[in-house]
């Protein structure tokens, strides 16, 4: 397993091993104790969730949830190709309004972890692309919240424009982060 930060300390890629041969591969993609101790986190997670992106430029997110109900989320993809987005929403955080951008595909394995505190996304680089993810808590769809995906604040590169991005109507509809900082929806 390799294990390598980020720009944000907190978010970090995890790449498992793989053993392959002429049949294909195996690869341990989770093991709790080889991932707390190679990350030194102690998380428990309690729900996987799987999606299905069918065309490219489709974009989910910025999701997170409110406190006490924040999760944190380990993600990898089962097919295709995606970029990645972890924004940090602390409030009090050095890195506050800063993002992560990380490529994840089927071929590599790697995967990335979005601490709580944490806004998430993903726009798919390839057709029928499959993202899994794990997670800390349920979901509450009470604090359940969006950040808007192309919020200049942000200072995102999304290799998408805004007229050729696949969104849900949570997701186009979804409040600036300044927004969500005066609602009081962000962490401390």
Do not use: C
């Amino acid at each position: 397993m390799i294990v390598e930060p980020t720009e944000i300390k907190e978010v970090i890629t995890i790449t498992p091993a793989r053993f392959g041969d002429d049949r294909g591969y195996f690869s341990e993609v989770y093991n709790e104790k080889k991932f707390a101790e190679a990350t030194e986190l102690d998380v428990s997670f309690v729900q996987d969730n799987e999606s299905l992106s069918a065309a490219v430029g489709t974009l989910r997110g910025l999701h997170f949830q409110t406190a006490p109900f924040a999760q944190g989320k380990l993600v990898r993809v089962l097919a295709g190709r995606l970029l990645d987005i972890a924004v940090d929403i602390r409030k009090s955080s050095p890195t506050f309004g800063h993002h992560v951008a990380v490529e994840l595909d089927a071929e590599t394995g790697k995967q990335l972890w979005v601490p709580e505190g944490f806004a998430h996304g993903f726009v798919t680089l390839a057709p029928n692309t499959i993202l899994s993810y794990k997670v800390t808590d349920f979901y509450n769809p009470q604090a359940d919240r969006s950040l808007l995906w192309n919020d200049p604040a942000l200072q995102i590169e999304w290799p998408v424009t805004s007229d050729k991005v696949q969104l849900s109507e949570k997701d186009r509809t979804a409040l600036k982060l300044e927004q969500l900082k005066e609602n009081g929806d962000l962490s401390e």
